[in-house]
């Protein structure tokens, strides 16, 4: 740590970092390196723990007595998961469930965010009401399996993607953004120069507007992909479970092994602790890997000198 | 160029009062104009009404003695005698007070620390760290809380947790604490693994709203000769007000509902003075028995009073000048 | 609240442009599709009764005629969740298309299997009962959860004499289980069942025990008498062999604390038929003061850890691998992950295998080995209330085909020379390749819950732990006669069983495991001299969250004679 805080204090005057201007290095700074670098330990840890326990023998896994370092090392897990054609290719049908899924997402909400960001639309409050209270009032399992099934949806790839497709969180956020950053100059004088409303979005507001369209589609993405009650209730086909929800499934399975009632007297198989392991780190990577392919919108500023005044 | 507080309220009254004029002159003509406005909003209010506000005819279970078998048309009606009787359950207004209480213990904790955080991130200045840690800090986003509860038992346990072990070892402590075990160091551990799990994902939002902030208006404050704090405080905190507030308002309307699963990997019956909110009353006396009715009418009851303070924030926010919510 | 709703929605429909849409989708809602398919299915239920009382003539398959048009029948399978399975995909498999071919095509039945999420039975069902869509067959483990569909509306009673008829196979089973006089509900016949080899005993549980330690501590095995096994575990404490030997974990749900050896026998059919069940943990009794006392003293003696409280199933397990705790319960099977990671881990280790010596008392503790005796008795079968009388017809027919010996060997066995070969005349399993979990159980617990050859020796064989170093067969066979031995005596008793829903279980059960879990906890950990004081004032506590409501509901059913009795 020390060693390193001087490397980071010789080179402090020369580092640029996008539109902040040179400034020498201070004791804020270590401070707030040395607070984000403890906070960032804390949150790693408990990966390092699964990925040790996912290439260790199931035995000591077991035990108990894997925590950070793995033992007796054995890549066993994953291979099984590799050779499970079933879990592979429900990764991928996962994978485009979530692409499918967040497209759609960002069209509904765009059409959603826009409009009501402008002040002049008529019927703007109400409108945001609508929109908004099913974001309190949810209707319950038994309504919405109902509804689903009258809609003939359940068991089919729909149940997974259009129901959530509208998110009146997601809605609003990008509505705040549009309302707070981009300025209405610079509408205005598109509408002088004779542009429509949906080719000043395109045109205009969209490009503007890479953070928060980088951040909501990482919100749909995510949200998908970790969700999986929906996948419990709605859907029955074994091809058409997400891993998220096989993943539930064999963690349920090991936790109703371990208290398996006298009734359902006889052993009952359960997933290997290993292999749960390995399977949390399989079905995690994929979408933390997203978050830095986005992350380049958040640190640049797009806005600088798109207007002046 | 830079615009103050003050500017931008104005701005926005003046915008205000031209819309009023407006309003009482040519509607139809303002709705001609942005027709294709209300064209695109016709997709969300196409899914909001297919997929929302459809299934809401069936919130009538709570009415109901709600029997799946009998449907809604044999099931019985029982006004609002379901209400009655929870609403006369001491264990419901236990659970409630808990929720209460805990929720917005919740939000004041865990609301402003994302901001600090991505205050703090943006300051950071090597590029490459920066975006190491951000990556790392949104982590335990993607663990679910079945995992978090497990690492968080391995840590904390009285006796045999890691840091009780790792404290006594070194003689600071004689005797474990209670990290779990006695209700107020578990409300402690409970609202401080919240905090953990959802700030580096929390900040995301703030980030974003961040890095539209008009560049050109930090380079002025410069010239000024503003430091780093006064930077922070009069130009990016400003710049991402809207954002704050859009957010406070929205989670305001979640302080009845707790999350069951979290409750549940952090429960055992040392805490259960605490631990006993809603969700777990929900689950106790309505899912676990089939009560649908029961669970339904909890929920409307929650959804209402959510939504009574999302609306009563949002006037509160008007009136101080904020864009609010709607 | 409902006002409010109906201005929001009042709001939509005004709100010009989406006015057809709305009404559309309000109004699908508003009526589940229920009026299409009932009329579609009154017509061909009329023909069926024709051919089931045709059929009245010959017993058995022989008297099945073919249906004319094809019947749909839905069969609830266990959704486990695949991946660690042989049989992944539950209800699309080579087994389901073995049903279909053996079975469907003969009689013109479409087998269509229901997914039912073993993690959340209950909500599964009732989604399907919302949706008017509940399979032909609605099984469960449970017997609260049957009288509770029963309640619900989701079963019908179903006719006896046709059952015999179609299913004599199934329905001799019944009898030779001694279960038909338990058929009913509310005095109709709702239920058929499942049947359980050696019901009465627990043979296919056991407890593994640290058998070098009891040597240790100077016994040869683990002693008969409670008093000998608390100084046993002392001596162990002392000898510092293991700190907290009793290890521990937290207790919840059903079947926690059985009292059995600590009641007085022959027991008062009152206090059994009301207190006496698996069901919900009996405070406020004697006999459960009796028990937790000794927990209470186990663990101020510092045999308990006094973390049990936050202990899982896994810790203990991990406990025991780790020399932390003497003993583990587990389900025996031919391969324990648990005792295969102890050796690795205890190359040195003996593990002992806690065998019931039979009827023994111990004074000093008012304690006996008398446990519950369970009945031979599997699943619950019950017949939907939405399925047509042809589907029903169809549905016994199923079980009469599952129970034919052949068929129920098939399932269970699988292909020859694949999954098992013959040993000396007798089936021996060699690979579960292409089986479901646990050898199919979940398509044949309808008709059986237990794998079984029909001698003791040969089932105990079965599943007894194999690749290790000690072979466990023979103390497995003990503690089964142990446990015959005392059944015979009359000292393992049948829990009563009321033919009727008590609906203070329904309602109360899942407040009281928490309650009782709390209370319990606070037993165990008070000082000594606490104890009696602390039970009462709890106790009080208890019956007053529901246990006392449950009690008078079981006595005012006891009396009205829809109980069983003691033998």
């Known amino acids: 740590m020390a060693k390193r805080n001087k490397d980071v204090a010789l080179d402090a005057e020369s580092s640029r970092d996008g539109n902040r201007a040179i400034v020498k290095f201070r004791v804020s700074d270590f401070l707030m390196m040395f607070f984000i670098t403890i906070l960032s330990l804390t949150c790693i840890l408990p990966f390092i723990h699964i990925a040790a326990k996912s290439i260790s023998s199931n035995n000591k896994v077991v035990a108990k007595l894997v925590y950070f370092i793995p033992k007796e090392i054995t890549l066993e897990a994953y291979r099984s998961i590799f050779a499970d054609a079933g879990l592979t290719r429900s990764m991928g049908f996962s994978v485009l469930v979530t692409l499918a899924f967040t497209a759609l997402g960002m069209f509904v909400c765009i059409c959603g965010a826009y409009p009501l960001s402008r002040a002049r639309l008529r019927g703007r409050k109400w409108l945001t009401f609508l929109l908004m209270v099913p974001m309190y009032f949810g209707a319950g399992l038994i309504p919405t399996y109902l509804l689903y099934s009258s809609y003939k949806m359940l068991d089919t790839v729909h149940v997974l993607i259009l129901p959530l497709v509208y998110s009146a969180y997601n809605l609003l956020i990008m509505r705040t953004f549009f309302m707070s950053s981009i300025p209405d100059s610079l509408e205005e004088s598109a509408f002088l120069d004779g542009a429509s409303n949906i080719q000043i979005l395109l045109k205009i507001v969209l490009p503007l507007s890479k953070p928060i369209l980088a951040t909501i589609s990482l919100f749909y993405a995510v949200g998908r992909w970790n969700s999986y009650s929906d996948n419990m209730y709605f859907i029955r086909s074994e091809n058409l479970k997400m891993v998220q929800y096989k993943l539930y499934q064999m963690v349920a399975s090991a936790a109703e092994a371990q208290t398996a009632s006298m009734s359902d007297a006889a052993a009952v198989t359960s997933t290997p602790e290993v292999l749960q392991a390995a399977s949390v780190m399989f079905i995690t990577i994929p979408i933390i890997l997203i978050y830095p392919f986005l992350q380049k919108y958040f640190v640049k500023g797009t806005m600088v000198g798109a207007v002046k005044g | ?326 | 609240m409902k006002k409010s709703l109906h201005k929001v929605l009042a709001l939509v429909l005004a709100g010009a442009m989406l006015v057809g849409m709305t009404a559309c989708g309000a109004e699908k809602t508003a009526q589940p599709e229920t009026t299409g398919t009932k009329t579609e299915e009154t017509a061909p239920a009329q023909e069926a009764t024709e051919t089931a009382e045709e059929q009245t003539a010959v017993a058995g398959m022989d008297g099945w005629t073919k249906f004319d048009s094809q019947v749909t029948l839905k069969i609830p399978v266990y959704d486990r969740g695949g991946s660690s399975n042989g049989v992944a995909d539950v209800v699309n498999n080579d087994w389901t298309a073995w049903v279909q071919e053996q079975f469907g095509d003969a009689w013109n039945v479409k087998v269509e299997y229901v997914p039912i999420t073993r993690s959340d039975v209950l909500t599964t069902y009732a989604l399907l009962a919302a949706d008017q869509n509940l399979p032909t067959i609605c099984a469960e483990y449970d017997y609260p959860k049957m009288t509770q569909w029963i309640n619900d509306g989701y079963l019908v009673p179903y006719d006896m004499e046709q059952f015999k008829t179609v299913a004599p196979t199934y329905y001799q089973r019944m009898v030779d289980s001694g279960l038909v006089g338990m058929t009913q509900v509310g005095g109709e016949d709702y239920l058929a069942f499942g049947t359980r080899a050696y019901g009465f005993s627990t043979y296919s549980w056991a407890t593994f025990y640290r058998l070098d330690w009891v040597k240790a501590a100077g016994y040869d095995k683990f002693p008969e008498k409670l008093s000998d096994q608390i100084e046993c575990f002392k001596k162990i404490k002392e000898l510092g062999l293991c700190e907290y030997p009793l290890g521990g974990t937290r207790v919840t749900g059903a079947g926690v604390d059985q009292n059995h050896a600590y009641r007085d026998y022959p027991q008062d059919e009152v206090l059994w038929a009301t207190t006496g069940d698996y069901g919900i943990p009996a405070l406020s009794t004697e006999a459960q003061k009796r028990e937790l006392k000794v927990i209470n003293e186990e663990y101020n003696l510092g045999l308990i850890d006094p973390e049990f409280y936050l202990k899982e199933t896994a810790d203990a397990q991990a406990d025991f691998i780790n020399g932390k705790s003497f003993q583990w319960g587990t389900y025996l099977s031919s391969t324990i992950s648990t005792l295969e990671s102890f050796y690795a881990e205890n190359p040195n280790g003996e593990v002992g295998l806690m065998v019931c010596p039979g009827y023994v008392t111990d004074d000093a503790y008012h304690w006996s080995t008398a446990y519950r005796a369970g009945l031979n008795l599997g699943a619950y079968v019950g017949f939907s209330s939405m399925a047509s009388e042809e589907e029903k017809l169809a549905a016994m027919m199923y079980l009469e085909w599952l129970a034919q010996p052949e068929t129920l060997f098939t399932f269970q066995w699988g292909v020859e020379g694949k999954n098992f070969e013959y040993v000396d005349g007798d089936p021996v399993a060699i690979s579960t390749e292409g089986m479901g979990h646990n050898s199919n159980v979940d398509y044949w617990m309808l008709v059986e819950a237990i794998k079984s050859i029909g001698d003791i020796k040969k089932d105990c064989a079965a599943i007894s732990p194999q690749n290790l170093p000690v072979d466990f067969t023979e103390d497995i066979i003990a503690n089964y006669n142990g446990q015959l031995d005392v059944y015979n005596k009359g000292f393992a008793n049948v829990d009563c069983y009321f033919s009727t829903a008590i609906e203070a279980e329904a309602e109360y059960a899942p407040v009281l495991y928490s309650k009782y879990e709390e209370y319990r906890n606070q037993l165990t950990m008070c000082p000594v001299e606490e104890f009696d004081a602390l039970y009462d004032e709890l106790s009080q506590k208890y019956l007053k969250d529901g246990y006392q409501a449950v009690i008078d509901g079981r006595k005012a059913a006891f009396d009205a004679g829809q109980g069983t009795h003691l033998k």
């Open chain 2, 1 to 326: 160029m830079a615009k103050t507080k003050e500017t931008v309220s104005q701005e926005y009254k003046l915008r205000q009062e031209e819309l009023k004029k407006h309003h009482r002159k040519s509607l139809w003509k303002d709705v001609r104009r942005d027709w294709q406005l209300y064209l695109l909003l016709l997709v969300p209010l196409a899914f909001v009404i297919i997929f929302n506000y459809a299934a809401y005819p069936g919130l009538r279970i709570a009415f109901m003695d709600y029997k799946p078998a009998l449907g809604y048309d044999k099931s019985k009606w029982v006004g609002f005698g379901t209400f009655i009787k929870t609403f006369n359950d001491p264990d419901f207004v236990k659970s409630l007070r808990n929720s209460l209480v805990f929720n917005l213990a919740d939000l004041a904790v865990t609301f402003p620390f994302p901001i600090i955080l991505a205050l703090m991130l943006n300051e950071l200045r090597y590029p490459k760290f920066k975006k190491v840690s951000q990556t790392i800090l949104y982590l335990p986003h993607f663990l679910s809380w079945a995992v978090i509860g497990s690492v968080a038992y391995t840590m904390f346990k009285p006796t045999s947790g890691l840091i009780n072990m790792f404290l006594m070892k070194m003689g600071w402590i004689e005797k474990g604490i209670p990290f779990l075990t006695e209700k107020w160091h578990w409300a402690g551990t409970y609202l401080t693994v919240g905090i953990w799990q959802c700030m580096g994902w929390n900040t995301i939002i703030y980030l974003a709203a961040i890095t539209s902030i008009n560049g050109e208006l930090y380079e002025a404050a410069m010239i000024d000769g503003a430091g780093r704090w006064k930077r922070m405080w009069h130009i990016t905190l400003p710049g991402i007000r809207s954002t704050i507030v859009t957010l406070l308002i929205m989670s305001l309307g979640r302080v009845m509902g707790s999350n069951f699963e979290r409750l549940k990997v952090f429960d055992n019956t040392m805490v259960r003075d605490f631990q006993y909110q809603l969700a777990v009353y929900i689950y106790e006396k309505g899912l676990q028995s089939a009560k649908f009715s029961m669970a339904t009418a909890v929920g409307l009851f929650q959804s209402a009073v959510g939504l009574l303070l999302v609306l009563l924030t949002d006037r509160i926010a008007k009136s101080l000048g904020e864009e609010g919510l709607m």
